[in-house]
Nanobody
Framework: QVQLVESGGGSVQAGGSLRLSCAAS????????MAWFRQTPGKEREGVAV????????YYASAVKGRFTISEDNAKNTVYLQMNSLKPENTAMYYC?????????????????WGTGTLVPISS
């Protein structure tokens, strides 16, 4: 019922910045939070940031606190992930997800809708 499409991925040098976008359509009222996850080959998908769309509360993984910012534009039904001071270790496929959760970073299984991902390769 909810379709998510990521964009904005691409190559960037270490120390640089990138902004990812996630456009949502469909029954977005069926979710109360939108999140960004990331995954590299051989590793599990991990939550990066989440925003609770009702009140705007945000939560971040410890590894990205102070460098990444999640935000939303309700008029455009779009969620963003601003990534600053990027490191090669941040290289991953980044996914947008939506679901219902109570508080904090949701687990992967807590998400109901997923985009197909956008690649972010970071070189040194």
């Amino acid at each position: 019922q909810v379709q998510l499409v990521e964009s904005g991925g691409g190559s960037v040098q270490a120390g640089g910045s990138l902004r990812l976008s996630c456009a949502a359509s469909g029954d977005t009222d069926s979710t109360n939070c939108m999140a960004w996850f990331r995954q590299t080959p051989g590793k599990e998908r991990e939550g990066v940031a989440v925003i609770y769309t009702g009140g705007g509360a945000t939560y971040y993984a410890s590894a990205v606190k102070g460098r990444f910012t999640i935000s939303e534009d309700n008029a455009k039904n779009t969620v963003y992930l601003q990534m600053n001071s990027l490191k090669p270790e941040n290289t991953a496929m980044y996914y947008c997800a939506g679901g219902l959760y109570d508080s904090g970073l949701p687990p992967e299984h807590g998400m109901d809708y997923w985009g197909t991902g956008t690649l972010v390769p970071i070189s040194s």
